[in-house]
């Protein structure tokens, strides 16, 4: 019955046996048994243990045909290993269909896949209406969001940008991450805006509570020691 299937196919995926837990699977079905959503969820999370996406994709279409809906958790759990195998376009298409499955995706959706996208140059623009998309369905970035798009804009050479998302994390009382301030604070010394860099770090001390705030001021003051002789002539 449906209990006992269940339950011999939790147990054989504890036990590292997933083979078994698909032949169970696969003999609930014939026998006319409908899997849940629970039962699915424990084949579709060992797969992605093992480093499996790819199946654990063929399982979610699997669900779909059958009329059962996937949770986010498990979504999640496929973008995650997706993003780790560096499968990004599969993370993107798969993020995209969330919704047509009646599932909607929730910040941790959008910051997997984000995080893993603003590493990569080419993939700017499709970060951009991930975020964009992001905040449409009412999910605001966090500490670590700003971090990543303030990092990936220092990376391409847009200073302007990434102090733009440092100044919109401090509106919302975030402060970005220690690598971030200082590969940001770069992109302005490097290019002779000392007095902006300075600016900006006196800001974010009188809006934000900034932990660790000796470590900032060390990074900007080895940074303006490096860069002062580089001073644009119209500061």
């Known amino acids: 019955d449906f209990v006992t299937h269940t339950s011999l196919i939790k147990g054989f995926c504890v036990a590292g046996r997933l083979d078994a837990a698909l032949r169970h699977l696969r003999d609930m079905i014939s026998l006319g048994i409908k899997p849940d959503v629970k039962t699915y969820g424990v084949v579709l999370n060992e797969y992605c243990k093992l480093g499996k996406p790819k199946e654990a994709m063929d399982l979610l279409r699997d669900m779909k045909a059958r009329g059962i809906r996937p949770t986010i958790s498990s979504f999640n759990a496929v973008l995650k ?49 991930l975020v964009h998309s992001m905040l449409k369905n009412g999910h605001k970035p966090d500490a670590s969001l700003y971090s990543c798009l303030a990092k990936m804009y220092s990376k391409q050479g847009d200073a302007e940008m990434a102090i733009r998302v440092s100044t919109d994390a401090m509106s919302t009382g975030h402060v970005i991450s220690l690598d971030s301030f200082a590969i940001t604070m770069e992109g302005l010394c490097a290019k002779g ?43």
């Open 193 to 235: 805006k000392i007095f902006e860099a300075e600016q900006h770090f006196e800001e974010m001390c009188k809006r934000c509570q900034v932990t660790h705030l000796d470590d900032y001021r060390s990074v900007l003051k080895e940074l303006i020691c490096k860069y002062s002789g580089g001073i644009s002539q119209e500061m």
């Open 81 to 129: 290993v997706l993003t780790e195998r560096e499968e990004l376009d599969d993370a993107v298409l798969l993020l995209k269909q969330m919704s047509e499955s009646g599932c909607s995706p929730n910040f941790w959706s959008y910051f997997t896949i984000i995080s893993s996208l603003s590493k990569t140059r080419e993939w700017q623009e499709e970060v951009e209406e």
